[in-house]
């Protein structure tokens, strides 16, 4: 089961990763040299879309140090018989990023990065009630690094 939950997030990564990397290629206007002859123009960017592009980036590091942190609990063998999360938590947040990746623009809006913020929230949250009663080096060392990522989530 722990397995099945943290495919779904790497899944997740993997999307967003690849928003990045389409949001990236769209940043410049203008067609490619092939298309018009002309050199891509970098667009200039609005603030709140520099600020959104900033909270997206921490949300992917987020995700990012969650799945590590992860692939370390599920190596632990006193947890491989009980999911540290609930599976409804990592679908919503495959399901999330889906929907971002698909949108018609290719930008996030500020719904779509709440959303992904809360639902990131809602994992770390709940990955450390599954550790907080155990009373391990490996445990309290996971708890610290959970909490540090609960307050390191964007306002949004």
């Known amino acids: 089961m722990g397995r099945c939950v943290l495919s779904h997030q790497i899944d997740a990564l993997n ?5 990045r990397k389409h949001k990236n290629t769209r940043s410049c206007d203008g067609g490619g040299a092939g298309q018009s002859g002309v050199t891509p123009v970098l667009r200039l960017r609005t603030i709140a879309e520099r600020a959104r592009e900033s909270r997206f980036t921490r949300l992917v590091d ?6 590590s942190m992860e692939e370390e609990l599920i190596k632990c063998p ?10 409804k938590d990592s679908v919503d947040l495959k399901n999330i ?3 971002m990746a698909l949108s018609e623009d290719g930008s996030c809006s500020d ?8 639902c990131l929230r809602l994992i770390v949250s ?3 009630a599954s ?3 155990e009373n391990s ?3 309290t060392v996971t708890r610290h690094r959970l909490r540090e990522l609960s307050n390191s989530f964007p306002d949004i």
């Open 78 to 87: 006193s947890r491989h018989e009980r999911s540290l999360l609930r599976s």
């Open 15 to 19: 999307i967003l990763h690849e928003l």
């Open 126 to 128: 709940n990955l450390l």
């Open 137 to 139: 080096l490996s445990s």
């Open 131 to 133: 550790v907080r009663d």
């Open 111 to 118: 719904r779509d990065l709440k959303e992904l913020r809360d």
């Open 97 to 99: 990023c889906l929907r």
């Open 62 to 67: 987020i995700l990012t140090r969650l799945v």
